[in-house]
T-cell receptor
């Protein structure tokens, strides 16, 4: 089954304790992206990757890191989490990117993170 | 920078009523436009998208949207809503180079049975 998976689905942690949220897709997609969803703000893009070893900042990259060593995986790293990073996080992927193709993004199930 | 606004934070309708959700974006170049739906407790799913051609786009579940370039708008419509349409709806845009997606803040739709 074609899908985007994220782990963990729920996480409660404390300020300053490094954590990683994994994202994996089995569709051989080139483009992958991380979003955070907050009430009243919709989804805001954190980082995206157009292919292996190619990543770039979205609208809210502060406090986050990503890596894309393999095509299928795109982990989100919080080196020193803070309470303002409490949010619902979504990973997404699409076959490619660019206006001509207009590819659909497929979203993972979400990771609800609470930082105390 | 691109931005997306959605006119309504929360819309409440009775079943069989018609729906129109507003979406406006700010970006001067070529755009791709999307509407996503998020049912309670679920992840986002694509309803429809526009990237070229006929500005009236038909999507799944009876939804359609019209791209009006002169108004920078991409409003979502459905002639007759059902209780199962209760969800949050997000408009999104990406621009010329396609890398960066910007979502609107969302509109919560509640359909009363």
């Amino acid at each position: 089954e074609a899908q985007v998976t994220q782990n963990p689905r729920y996480l409660i942690t404390v300020t300053g304790k490094k954590l990683t949220v994994t994202c994996s897709q089995n569709m051989n997609h080139e483009y992958m992206s991380w979003y955070r969803q907050d009430p009243g703000l919709g989804l805001r893009q954190i980082y995206y990757s157009m292919n292996v070893e190619v990543t770039d900042k979205g609208d809210v990259p502060e406090g986050y890191k990503v890596s894309r060593k393999e095509k299928r995986n795109f982990p989100l790293i919080l080196e020193s989490p803070s309470p303002n990073q409490t949010s619902l996080y979504f990973c997404a992927s699409s076959l490619s990117w660019g206006p001509i193709i207009g590819d659909t993004q497929y979203f993972g199930p979400g990771t609800r993170l609470t930082v105390l | 920078a691109q931005s997306v606004s959605q006119h309504n934070h929360h819309v409440i309708l009775s079943e069989a009523a018609s729906l129109e959700l507003g979406c406006n974006y700010s970006y001067g170049g070529t755009v791709n436009l999307f509407w996503y739906v998020q049912y309670p407790g679920q992840h986002l799913q694509l309803l429809l998208k526009y990237f070229s051609g006929d500005p009236l786009v038909k999507g799944i579940k009876g939804f359609e949207a019209e791209f009006i370039k002169s108004k920078f708008s991409f409003n979502l419509r459905k002639p007759s809503v059902q209780w199962s349409d209760t969800a949050e709806y997000f408009c999104a845009v990406n621009g010329d180079y396609g890398q960066n997606f910007v979502f609107g803040p969302g509109t919560r739709l509640s359909v009363l049975p």
